[in-house]
């Protein structure tokens, strides 16, 4: 199954959440009060991946309902929503993992030679929840505060059950599914800091989306192939199969004296091809359109918008 949030013109714009088909998307609070009106449905996607019988209530019934034509009645079409992130707002932050794919730490010892050693273990940094945004969502790019704005697919995982201490061979079991991020980053600001919590932290430095697809789905989330374009250009293409530290080895990483929950969600890295690695480098600009593809997850598009750094609040 595909999950996704969105916003519908047939509910006063009012985020809710649902399953994705070819023709629309199924609602699942609606699908709820006519399938099970004895109970509430979760109010949100992160509340319904919160409780792990939501989810098998939803795939065991799932036929039974088609049946009785309830699916079909609680799908409204595609052209009346509008995908928000799968996750329009974390209840934590995105954990990212760097230097994961091989040509991508090469990529940066080229450029600035000897600087970064071949990680042993993964290595971790975040992204605050507020830079998350979904699909065709602008990434707002001030040139007051960077001139080096760069790009980095990344395949993300949802956890679905909590645990601390994950051994390997039981990470899968704390999944729910797989979606796509795109890191984005401001590499004059990253440059002048070992930290990289503001320079990748951002409003709209996390595009996500434009779904979340269940494990079961995807059996292998090692042989994905992901590309980036820039206005039609390809600029990053790689398999997931050439991450250095693959899914269990993260989970059990990461979960090391810390508790996951369900709802979090981890980027796993991103290959080569960035653009302050090319010869010369080349940074995104005002209305430049980035499209991330990663198979059997879908496309994630977003425009940069040129903005001004003035006050608010």
Request: proline share 8%; net charge negative.
């Amino acid at each position: 199954m595909r999950y996704a949030s969105y916003q519908s013109s047939l509910s006063s714009g009012k985020t809710s959440y649902g399953v994705v088909l070819q023709n629309g998307i199924v609602d699942i609070p609606l699908l709820w009060a006519y399938a099970v009106p004895q109970t509430i449905a979760p109010s949100s996607l992160i509340d319904f991946i919160s409780n792990q019988l939501n989810v098998v209530l939803l795939k065991i019934n799932w036929e039974s309902w088609q049946e009785r034509d309830l699916v079909n009645l609680c799908t409204l079409p595609l052209s009346s929503i509008k995908l928000t992130a799968p996750i329009p707002l974390p209840r934590r932050h995105v954990v990212c993992v760097g230097l994961n794919y091989l040509d991508h730490l090469a990529d940066h010892n080229r450029s600035y030679p000897g600087t970064v050693r071949r990680p042993v273990r993964p290595v971790f940094f975040a992204k605050p929840n507020t830079a998350v945004i979904g699909p065709f969502e602008s990434i707002a790019w001030d040139p007051e505060i960077t001139l080096q704005l760069d790009y980095e697919i990344e395949l993300a995982v949802v956890i679905g059950k909590s645990g601390r201490n994950i051994p390997k061979q039981k990470a899968f079991e704390h999944i729910f599914g797989y979606s796509l991020i795109n890191d984005i980053s401001a590499r004059d600001v990253q440059a002048q800091t070992p930290q990289f919590y503001q320079a990748k932290g951002m409003d709209t430095y996390c595009p996500f989306g434009p779904v979340i697809v269940d494990i079961e789905d995807i059996p292998n989330p090692h042989k994905l192939t992901l590309s980036l374009f820039v206005n039609g250009e390809l600029r990053q293409h790689q398999t997931t199969q050439a991450m250095l530290f693959d899914i269990p080895s993260i989970i059990a990483s990461l979960s090391q004296g810390m508790s996951l929950w369900p709802g979090d969600v981890i980027a796993t890295g991103t290959p080569g091809g960035c653009g302050y690695t090319q010869h010369p480098p080349i940074f995104l600009e005002d209305g430049d359109r980035v499209t991330c593809y990663i198979e059997q997850i879908g496309t994630l598009e977003n425009t940069i918008e040129k903005v001004s750094g003035r006050y608010s609040v």
